[in-house]
């Protein structure tokens, strides 16, 4: 399949070329770069995204899942251009923060209080600090091989070689980037995602220490991997017990598994919510929101000199551009229409796959939820990141390739990512992604 990709990509292949000279790697994000190179693209509509070879692909990558709204969406075109002629860019406050806050308010029961940031890991790394700032406390409890962003803290742990991510019961922390201070793990204590116990451990041991519980409502960086029954129940109330904040972390399942996320969708509501990517149609823009309590924490007064809350500052935050294209996303886009429409459509791309692996004997999963779904070649259940030996990469490698080659870009390129069907997406399309994995799955299953 891959000399098949650079038959099909010459113009990627030299246009890596010549960005490896200009900045590392070629890409502008290290998760971009894979081998032999990354498909380019040259622009993106609707469902699709086009290459510089003039190759058209079904997009179910959709940036990460950002584009729930599907790409050039005209409702959000229309208003971002007549944004752009009023200006992008003012630090002032307008009537675009009750635009784009107030949806959001009404999504989440958990939000009573919201500011705005410009990226997800931002919207963490804000929700961190003022869980310390609420509790006096420094330690954060998260999932090993959960990724939460690209900070500091964020990169301890985040799908750790095994080999040396210590016992399941007593992961040791791992750096997952030169640079990471020293220090930095020290405040990082890990338990295993499903496993309740393993955070009651760590309360039981250090909850006077104990800032917040980081998770992600649903495990959507190892494939896709659902709470099991009183998992986040046992969270809320072990958060409760020991006067800790709880944090979900749905920069990917907010928005996307139920108009109010995770929250909505299993029915367990955090203290704090940290969002991004969907929630903006793929502007840039994130937010973190909660209880009304802890958001107080956040400094009024900043002459003082002193600190009397946490700190959120950035020019961009809350920008024009950003607010505007938020507001109308959920407003507008996303109804409860277009939740109906990407579910059913979900559930018909799972299907499809599952049909396609019972008729070739394929031995494979699909998991689907709300607008998210994914496929792993093992029978083996994924409930925890120690289970992630069980996921075949080079054969996933396959698969994503292949198809690729059919013209369907099933999902970020990496078998941790899952894929999103978007408002746009015609039911039409979603055949054409399953005609393609049944084709494949023949050359798959000979091989
Ligand atoms: N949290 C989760 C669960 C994510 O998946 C991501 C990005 N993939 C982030 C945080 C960081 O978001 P961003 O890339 O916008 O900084």
């Known amino acids: 399949e891959c000399e098949r990709y650079e038959e099909r990509t010459p113009e990627s292949a030299a246009m ?18 894979y081998d032999p190179y990354p498909v380019h693209a040259a622009r993106a509509e609707g469902g699709s995204i086009y290459d510089v070879d003039g190759n058209e692909y079904l997009d179910f990558a959709l940036n990460n899942g950002t584009q729930l709204v599907g790409h050039t969406h005209p409702t959000l075109e229309e208003a971002a251009v007549d944004q752009i002629e009023r200006g992008t860019l003012y630090t002032r406050p307008t009537d675009l923060i009750e635009f784009a806050a107030r949806p959001l308010i009404d999504r989440w029961d958990a939000i ?31 999932m090993e091989g959960a990724y939460h962003g690209a900070h500091d803290p964020a990169l301890v742990s985040k799908m750790p070689p095994l080999e040396q991510a210590g ?42 220490e104990v800032a917040a519980v980081l998770v992600e409502p649903a495990c959507l960086n190892l494939g896709l991997v659902e709470p099991e029954d009183g998992f986040l129940e046992r969270l809320r109330e072990l958060a409760d017990e ?38 903006g149609g793929g502007y840039p823009v994130g937010a973190f929101g909660g209880r009304r309590e802890i958001m107080d924490c956040i400094a009024a007064d900043l002459n003082e000199g002193v600190a009397t809350g946490a700190a959120h500052y950035g020019t961009y935050n ?43 004997g394929l031995e494979a999963t699909v998991k689907s939820v709300g607008s998210q779904g994914m496929v792993h070649f093992t029978d083996e259940p994924i409930r925890t990141f120690r289970d992630w030996g069980h996921v075949d990469e080079e054969f996933h490698e396959a698969y994503w390739f292949g198809m690729v080659n059919r013209g369907v870009i099933p999902h970020p390129h990496d078998a941790s990512q899952q894929w999103t069907v978007s408002v746009q997406h015609t039911a039409e399309e979603i055949d054409a992604h399953v005609d393609a994995f049944a084709d494949l799955a023949t050359h798959l299953t000979a091989a």
């Open 318 to 360: 809350g920008n024009p551009l950003a607010l505007r294209a938020v507001g109308v996303t959920l407003r507008e886009i996303l109804t409860e229409d277009a939740y109906d429409h990407v579910t059913t459509l979900a559930d018909r791309l799972a299907d499809g796959y599952r049909d396609v692996i019972a008729d070739t």
């Open 242 to 279: 020991y006067n800790v904040v709880l944090i979900f972390d749905e920069v990917k399942t907010g928005v996307k598994l139920a108009p109010g996320g995770g929250a909505e969708y299993y029915g367990v509501q955090p203290d704090l919510v940290a969002l991004a990517k969907a929630i």
């Open 16 to 33: 890596a070329e010549d960005l490896r000279e200009l900045v590392p790697a070629g890409v502008c994000s290290t998760f971009r770069a």
């Open 167 to 208: 016992p399941e019961r007593d992961p040791r922390p791992v750096r997952e980037s030169r640079g990471v201070p020293d220090s930095v793990p020290e405040d990082i204590l890990l338990a295993q995602y499903n496993d309740a116990e393993s955070v009651e451990r760590l309360l039981r041991d250090h909850g006077a």
């Open 112 to 142: 009573e209080q919201v500011r705005f940031t410009n990226s997800g890991t931002e919207s963490i790394m804000h929700a961190t600090r003022l869980a310390r700032a609420y509790t006096g406390r420094e330690k954060i409890i998260r």
